[in-house]
Nanobody, 126 residues
Framework: LRFSCRRGGGLVQPGESLTLSCAASGFTLNRPAIGWFREAPGKEREAVACLSTNNDITYLPDFVKYRFAISRDKNQNTINLQMNNLRPEDTGVYYC???????????????????WGMGTLVTVSS
């Protein structure tokens, strides 16, 4: 399974929105759960949004819960991350990820996934 960024990051100002899109290739997006993680400078990689593919149940941690949304397009075989009201602390490298052994969005977001896409840099700064 390989991920590639279809719509990537960039520089945005605080309060603005940005959508990231990750396309899966090689296999269909048939993992139990898929998600987005980020790595901020000097911090460990953390989950920001995960989605269960059998029922579309999502999990987002509290620090992004009412600002970010995750979705997938089955026809395009993509996973999207809509980010609203971005803050400087949202700056980081964002990765899509999945793991055949994680059966739910919650489980994936609380794991260290085994399959990763290439990261894309999001910078939130005025």
């Amino acid at each position: 399974l390989r991920f590639s960024c279809r719509r990537g990051g960039g520089l945005v100002q605080p309060g603005e929105s940005l959508t990231l899109s990750c396309a899966a290739s090689g296999f269909t997006l048939n993992r139990p759960a898929i998600g987005w993680f980020r790595e901020a400078p000097g911090k460990e990689r953390e989950a920001v949004a995960c989605l269960s593919t059998n029922n579309d149940i999502t999990y987002l941690p509290d620090f992004v819960k009412y600002r970010f949304a995750i979705s997938r397009d089955k026809n395009q075989n993509t996973i999207n991350l809509q980010m609203n009201n971005l803050r400087p602390e949202d700056t980081g490298v964002y990765y899509c990820a999945t793991d055949l052994g994680q059966a739910s969005s919650y489980a994936l977001c609380h794991s260290r996934p085994t399959e990763w896409g290439m990261g894309t840099l999001v910078t939130v700064s005025s």
